[in-house]
């Protein structure tokens, strides 16, 4: 009798790149945040009544994403593995760029520790009752005979609110790139047969 050996794993070398592309789109949202801070530090500190609160929770979302990437690709032996090394590097820049807003004594209480290992901040911008100040400025900013425009759509896409991102300008340029990018991504020699 003849035995088949068909639990052989295929391994495809684009495999690991797809697996490696969530980390870099997630770097990409740091980033943004790092070339957006001194209007980030502004509505923290003038506690703008339309920006503060989505700016509170825009905040708290890049601290987790820092954690999270922090924990699962730069603690213990992640970092050797698979040049986590110079995406670590990458990633401590948040930490600086982050530090521009804990130096304000004004603000340093109202955003959230990189450092805490639970998740304990809270914040009158994350109760549900701010939910519905949200929806309805983001309603009224947007209009509903207003089409969805490409900030918009690029909001959605790196989670920021599209709000955020029609205030700050997202450059077209960096738009058209990462669009580029992702197209380019999307299609993988191994997926077709």
Known sequence: MESKKTDKKYNCPYDLYKKEHYKY???IELNIFG???????SI???????????????????????????????????IQKLDNEEFCKKLNKFT??????????????E????????????HECLSDKNKNQLNS??????????PVSAYTVVG???????????????????????????KHTMILPCSIK
């Open 137 to 146: 400025a983001t309603n009224e900013r947007l209009g509903n005979s207003t």
């Open 96 to 109: 600086a760029y982050y530090g521009f807003l804990t130096k304000e004594e004004t603000i340093k209480n």
């Open 111 to 122: 955003i959230p520790s990189l450092y805490s290992e639970k998740d304990t901040f809270t």
């Open 44 to 78: 923290l500190k003038n506690k703008t009544p339309k920006h503060y609160c989505p700016c509170i929770k825009y905040v708290k979302n890049c601290v987790n994403t820092y954690k999270y990437l922090h924990h699962n690709y730069c603690t213990g032996a992640n």
């Open 25 to 27: 789109e997630k770097i």
């Open 35 to 41: 070339d957006n801070i001194e209007k980030l530090l």
């Open 156 to 182: 959605a896409m790196v989670g920021i609110p599209p709000f955020l991102a029609l205030m700050y300008k997202v450059n077209i340029i960096f738009i058209q790139i990462y669009e580029q990018y992702l």
